[in-house]
């Protein structure tokens, strides 16, 4: 059973590009969280998605960021019009029903140039 | 809205010394889960506890539940260097949202 899949693990944009984070949940789990880290510091909650809708968003800037998890394929970060601040560690979690734990993927690195 | 805290940010022992992280929370907690994050890697879940007052233990690490609920501390005996990395205390809110404390980074020195 594979576990949480994300993709690329590395990621380098200049200003002003748009950035598109994959993850794939593990088999079996239909809740996918995505979290921003900065270097340094913890675990930020950006988002949290069921298939084809999007449950909380609280956590997401209002600007320029959005998610989705379509009915097929991963759940999708994306960022448009990066700028130095959004370079951070970004993590998705899937879980099977709500309030269970979460497994986290390797994480995508983006760094804005 | 809710908060988590843990203290202490930064912890760093000689290797063999015994170490203990501190998990609070300003609500009560459904559960709590800890987690590991190695240097570079992504946070690994290592347990969960449900119950008021529940104890569990894994090798050298023993995680602690509060009776009220909204406390956790998790200690680990007699450091080794690969116990480095930071450990996240996490909570569910109402809403289902997972809330992680601001983590204890582990330095150990050999």
């Known amino acids: 059973n594979a576990g949480v899949m994300q993709n690329p693990r590395h990621l380098v944009r200049r200003r002003g590009q748009e950035a598109r984070l994959r993850c794939s949940p593990m088999?079996?789990?239909?809740?996918v969280y995505w979290y921003r880290q900065l270097p340094e510091e913890g675990l930020k909650f950006m988002v949290y998605?069921?298939?084809?809708?999007?449950?909380?968003e609280s956590g997401m800037p209002k600007e320029r960021f959005s998610a989705e998890f379509p009915k097929e394929g991963p759940s999708i970060l994306r960022i448009q019009q990066v700028v130095r601040g959004d370079s951070a560690a970004y993590f998705c979690?899937?879980?099977?029903?709500?309030?269970?734990?979460?497994?986290f993927g390797p994480g995508t690195r983006l760094l804005v140039l | 809205g809710q908060q988590v805290m843990q203290i202490p940010q930064y912890q760093h022992v000689q290797e063999g010394e015994d170490f203990t992280t501190y998990c609070n929370s300003s609500?009560?907690?459904?559960?709590i889960q800890w987690y590991k994050q190695r240097p570079g890697g992504h946070p690994v879940f290592l347990i969960q506890?449900?119950?008021?007052?529940e104890v569990k233990k894994q090798k050298r690490l023993t995680f602690q539940f509060g009776e009220a609920k909204k406390n956790s501390s998790l200690h680990i005996t007699a450091t080794q260097t690969t116990d480095v990395g930071t450990y996240f205390c996490?909570?569910?809110?109402?809403?289902?949202?997972?809330?992680f404390g601001q983590g204890t980074e582990l330095s150990v020195k050999p």
């Open positions: 979690a899937s879980s099977p029903p709500v309030r269970e734990t979460q497994y």
């Open positions: 088999k079996g789990h239909s809740h």
């Open positions: 998605l069921q298939k084809e809708n999007i449950i909380d």
């Open positions: 609500t009560t907690l459904s559960n």
């Open positions: 506890l449900v119950k008021s007052g």
């Open positions: 996490a909570g569910y809110n109402q809403g289902g949202k997972l809330i």
